[in-house]
């Protein structure tokens, strides 16, 4: 059986085991069932099956008479905000974002340029049961059109953004080394870098499509690029997942800043011009709620995934909100996670600052988190999960996306995957030993 997960933000496969020509179409044309008539962006993250995947995309939505916008190879967050920019009735964005080279996916866009809420997921997936076609006969189809200008109308937007003050990051002349792993970024971040005032030593950033290590950017995938740190005497290093919606930052010393600080330092960012509610899901550090409460701010969780964080975004009115993976939600520019984003603001906070990002990492407060993927085999994650929670119900537990118990010390969550075949477990204490401690516990009670 082949290789395919469907999840809200669309699916996500194994191409010629799982995604495959007919996967493709049937998904292609009941998103735009979805949409209705109107014009459709599609970009995609620059790997090799992307032509493919692309060409049966816009074949489909022509043949449904969508219009398609192709802007081409670029960033997930740049499809996101030309689907605004145009007026387009929807779009996807073909990338499988942090899964190695034989995956790739749909992403699917509402109208707004922000991933379907589960209600609008619903009503895409309903179309999946329907017997017509609506294909449109030879004189009704759509047409393609390339928008080559998207990609630098992304980066302008990125540039124009509030409290950024250009001429004082271009002042301090960083050098950094920016890792792409051969991806979508390849085609955008180092001309962003470039435009503010950097010295870019460049890594992986090749317009290949194929990934040269596996591309979710962890410390364990990322020991080339911290050597290369060590040897080049820069300010810090910039690595981007190949979609471009997940930002990493490297110090001076080669060595992590955090993934979760991430989300840590654009808080500490945004909170410092307009103090509001922040929003950050259930497997991101603490770190984020201690930064609110200095700027007496408060937090919201929500549960994984770009369109709940984006939801309860809107229903409390945030003024910043992302993802412990690396993923900073601004909505002064959209609703969706953004590594260009992420990058300005580091770069203006380190020219305020005229401190190494080393120094400005321990004014972050310090949590240790561990992840663990615990393989499923043939049980049922929802009743391991549902045990678990059973057992800890007298503590202090969140069940909106499986189970997040909070202790005064630590808190631990228990998620099933929506992209894989896995329970995920994530800890986080305040020392390394007990994080380290407790994750396998926690293994250990799972099954």
Same mark, same amino acid.
């Given at each position: 059986?082949?290789t395919l997960m469907?999840s809200?933000s669309?699916i996500r ?8 020509p ?10 735009a ?5 109107g ?12 032509? &493919?995947? @692309?060409n ?24 996101l905000?030309?689907v605004?920019?145009?007026r387009?009735?929807?779009?996807i ?14 992403k699917l ?20 049961d ?7 006969p030879?004189d009704r ?14 980066m302008?937007? !990125?540039?124009?953004?509030?409290? &950024? ?6 002042a @301090?002349?960083f050098?950094?080394?920016? $890792? ?9 971040m180092p ?8 010295e ?20 364990e ?10 040897e080049?005497n820069v300010?810090f290093? &910039?690595?981007?997942?190949p ?13 992590p ?10 808080? @500490? ?26 700027? $007496? ?8 995934g770009?369109?709940? !964080?984006?939801?309860k ?15 900073? &939600?601004?909505?002064a ?9 992420g990058?300005?603001?580091?770069l ?5 600052y005229?401190k ?6 321990k ?17 049922n994650p929802d ?9 800890y ?6 069940c909106?996306?499986g189970?997040?118990i909070?202790?005064d ?7 099933k995957?929506n ?9 986080e204490?305040?020392t ?7 994750i ?8």
């Amino acid at each position: 059986m082949g290789t395919l997960m469907v999840s809200i933000s669309g699916i996500r496969g194994i191409v010629g085991d799982g995604l495959d020509p007919e996967v493709i179409v049937k998904y292609t044309s009941a998103y735009a069932d979805f949409c209705g008539e109107g014009k459709i962006v599609i970009g995609s993250d620059g790997r090799i099956t992307g032509n &493919i995947v @692309r060409n049966i995309v816009a074949g489909t939505l022509t043949a449904k008479g969508n219009d398609v916008i192709d802007i081409g190879i670029c960033p997930t967050p740049t499809v996101l905000f030309n689907v605004k920019k145009l007026r387009a009735v929807g779009g996807i964005s073909l990338s499988a974002s942090h899964n190695p080279n034989e995956w790739n996916a749909l992403k699917l866009l509402n109208r707004l340029g922000e991933f379907m809420t589960p209600g609008e997921n619903r009503l895409m997936l309903a179309n999946l049961d329907s017997e017509k076609t609506g294909y449109k006969p030879w004189d009704r189809i759509g047409a393609v059109s390339n928008y080559p200008d998207g990609l630098t109308d992304h980066m302008d937007a !990125v540039l124009k953004l509030p409290h &950024i003050d250009l001429g004082k990051i271009r002042a @301090r002349k960083f050098k950094v080394v920016l $890792d792409c792993v051969n991806g979508a970024g390849s085609y955008v971040m180092p001309q962003m870098l470039m435009e503010l005032g950097c010295e870019v030593i460049p890594l992986n950033c090749e317009k290949t499509g194929v990934f040269p290590r596996l591309p979710e950017p962890l410390p364990e995938n990322l020991t080339g690029t911290m050597n290369l740190i060590k040897e080049s005497n820069v300010d810090f290093g &910039i690595v981007v997942d190949p979609d471009v919606d997940r930002l990493v930052l490297l110090t001076e010393e080669g060595l992590p800043f955090g993934e979760e600080n991430t989300i840590v330092q654009a808080v @500490r960012f945004a909170l410092s011009k307009q103090r509001g509610n922040v929003v950050a899901n259930l497997s991101t550090t603490r770190a984020v709620d201690d930064m609110a409460t200095k700027f $007496d701010c408060k937090v919201f969780r929500s549960p994984v995934g770009e369109a709940n !964080v984006v939801n309860k975004m809107k229903e409390v009115d945030a003024v910043i909100g992302g993802e412990g993976s690396g993923g900073v &939600i601004y909505p002064a520019l959209q609703y969706g996670r953004d590594a260009l984003v992420g990058t300005i603001m580091i770069l203006q906070q380190l020219a305020d600052y005229g401190k190494p990002i080393s120094e400005f990492k321990k004014e972050i407060p310090e949590y240790f988190i561990r992840k663990t993927k615990v393989e499923i085999g043939d049980s049922n994650p929802d009743d391991a999960i549902k045990s678990i929670a059973e057992k800890y119900k007298s503590e202090k537990t969140n069940c909106e996306d499986g189970v997040r118990i909070d202790f005064d010390d630590h808190w631990v969550h228990f998620r099933k995957s929506n992209t894989e075949p896995i329970i995920r477990c994530i800890v986080e204490a305040k020392t390394e030993m007990v994080a380290d401690e407790l994750i396998k516990k926690y293994e250990n009670e799972l099954f």
